[in-house]
């Protein structure tokens, strides 16, 4: 029978999700670079949940609701008020229908998920840039036990691509679905993650973004 859980209320966690709110500076996560190109990737499992540079599990009891996934580009986080969580920020951001980022600004992307039960689990697994396409793929684990007392829940994930030159560019986001029965540690759910994951029967979901970075605002009268 599924353990119950406490829950602390604090902006952007959410405990008995193994994903903690967090924000990263880009130099701290850790893979191969290589000029426009370089990658990084999940090296072993301890390091599962540690590649985004932000993140926040929304409940479902909180009145908000995702029925499909949605990948934007934002500006940077730095602009977010500082009492605002993520999701209400990657709200504000649809509204701004059309915005920019410059060539100095921090690039980021904002990926929300579909709802889901809060057995199930999210990592990012890699990051890759090859030129001026980005492609990240998450990892989207659902938990195949038997339910018994439940919550639900979406992810938002905040990626931070960091400073590009000017021009034209694509990113891609696909969840890779993939099944466990079984969590590591002591065999419960809270903070614990898949032990035994495989790939799910159903293919994986693609989402795409294109975005524009236009030449930093001279200083010159």
């Not at 602390?8 to 966690?13: D, E």
């Not at 409940?59 to 934002?74: N, T």
């Not at 649809?94 to 579909?114: Q, V």
């Not at 021009?167 to 590591?184: C, S, T």
């Amino acid at each position: 029978m599924r353990a119950t859980h406490y829950f602390v209320v604090a902006l952007l966690i959410v405990a008995g999700i193994p994903l903690l709110a967090q924000e990263n500076k880009p130099g701290d996560r850790g893979g191969a670079t290589e000029g426009n190109s370089w990658t990084r990737a999940v090296k072993d499992r301890a390091e599962r949940g540690k590649l985004q540079d932000a993140i926040q599990n929304v409940r479902g009891d909180s009145g908000k609701w995702r029925d499909d996934p949605l990948l934007q580009h934002a500006p940077p986080l730095a602009q977010k008020p500082a009492k605002m969580n993520l999701d209400d920020w990657a709200d504000q951001v649809l509204e701004k229908k059309d915005f920019h980022t410059s060539a100095g600004d921090d690039n980021w992307l904002l990926f929300r998920t579909r709802q889901l039960d809060d057995n199930d689990r999210l990592w990012i697994e890699r990051i890759e840039r090859k030129g001026n396409q980005f492609t990240i793929v998450l990892n989207e684990a659902i938990w195949q036990g038997r339910y018994f007392k439940t919550f639900t829940y979406y992810g938002v994930f905040g990626v931070n691509l960091g400073k590009l030159e000017p021009g034209k560019y694509e990113a891609q986001w696909i969840v890779q679905p993939l099944v466990f029965k079984q969590f590591e540690g002591d065999g419960r759910p809270m903070d614990n993650w898949p032990k035994d994951e495989r790939p799910a029967e159903k293919k994986p979901v693609e989402l795409r973004v294109n975005f524009t970075v236009v030449p930093a605002a001279s200083s010159q009268p």
